[in-house]
């Protein structure tokens, strides 16, 4: 919805692509062509680069805009896009495989200049975990080379932890990435998640559109993110700003990125990943900088210079985002489904609700359960927190169970409200009654 919306406002044509269970979604609407590719489970549509290529073909398309999750950080897919003359909407395959493989980001970025985590390489054998756990000290994270969204990531406290985990987790990691490879990084805490947003062109022009906090996390999943990171000094702020940059340049990046770092309370940054692709949080970055994302991509997808230099951004006011998602709050968090029978969606300046649902819509249970990002804009961070604790007051779906209580509960924190809140935030409160 949100790349169409982009399309028929520069007068590009879209055509969309959906699974069997998505019949009834609003994308397949909204665009003016649109085509079934296979069956419910990803992996026969929306992980099926050939079914998605080859009806790329059949109508004519330009361009592919990849989205978020499934095939956006796939450089198998980008090159596939290149190889059939298709401009895919992001960096070159290239620079994705570099960077979707966290290990060797992890390098590359140590080579380029850039803090990373304190860690090691990959480890191939339990033997090798061993000798490197000893050197890094516990606790520790394995992590899984090819993963994401929050999974393939375990906590390893102790010594004798260690073996089951470190097997656990590469058979894991092969099952649900495909990929069985990890490595290994110290556990830092009590952290920020703290991530820079930069835009690139294809002549080597790259600039930074400030930062989002995203430290408001359940298990390494982000609930809550803002633009800017209220404790962020301007000093820090410059010398992420700078340490992207030259990130991105190492790469030679193009398109829209972010790379993800944790902040400690000291204001060091460390290098966590970069994803090759436009992030569900970007709009608290386009509502304090102006500028739309998702139309740059395209642009300088198609070749075209940036359209403005770092002077000339100028980041104001305060946007946070509260993700909707379709779960339990109170009943660890199960995925729900079922028919939407109600839904409102609030209103007033500078209230945003990006949602694919409607009502009388029923939420199929193949995918995600992000069911909407609701996002709002200020001149102070105080009336940004006012406005979106009453823009989620006046939210209502009925029908399918929803995190809206729960994320009004986090917004009444006092570490919250204050701004100094770390990835532990959730589990440090007893947020989750019985
Ligand atoms: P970020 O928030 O930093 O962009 P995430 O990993 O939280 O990173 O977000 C990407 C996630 O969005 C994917 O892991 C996937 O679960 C989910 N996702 C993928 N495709 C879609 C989609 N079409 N609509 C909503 N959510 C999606
Ligand atoms: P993914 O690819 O799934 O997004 P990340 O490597 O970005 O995985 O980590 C996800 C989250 O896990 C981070 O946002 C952070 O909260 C937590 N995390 C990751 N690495 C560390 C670390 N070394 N120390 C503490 N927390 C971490
Ligand atoms: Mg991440």
Known sequence: MRVIRACKEMGISTAAVFSEADREALHVSFAEESYCIGGPQPRDSYLNAKSV???????????????????????????????????????????????????????????AGVPVIPGCDMVGNFEQAKEQAEKIGFPLLIKARSGGGGRGI???????????????????????????????????????????QILADSFGDVVFLGERDCSVQRKNQKLIEESPCSILPEKTRRKMAEVSIKAARAVGYKNAGTIEYLLDKDGNFYFMEMNTRLQVEHPVTEMVTGIDLVKWQIRTAAGLPLGFAQEDIKPAGCAIECRINAEDPYNNFRPSGGRVETLHVPGGPWVRFDTAIYQGYSIPPFYDSMIGKLIVYAKTRDEAIRKIRSALCELAIEGIVNNIDFQTDILSEDAFINGAYTTDLIENTKLVHP
Do not use: W
Request: hydrophobic share 40%.
């Open 154 to 196: 375990r906590l390893v406290m102790d010594n004798r932890e260690l073996e089951y985990a470190f097997r656990t987790a590469s058979s894991e990691a092969q099952s649900a990435f495909g990929d069985g490879a990890v490595y290994m990084e110290k556990y830092l805490r009590p952290v920020k998640h703290v991530e820079a």
């Open 53 to 111: 290529i080859s009806t790329a073909l059949a109508c004519k398309a330009e361009a592919i805009h990849p989205g978020y999750g499934f095939l956006s950080e796939n450089a198998e897919f980008a090159s596939l896009c290149a190889e059939y003359g298709i401009a895919f909407i992001g960096p070159d395959a290239d620079t994705i495989g570099k960077m979707g493989d966290k290990e060797a980001a992890r390098r590359s970025m140590r080579d």
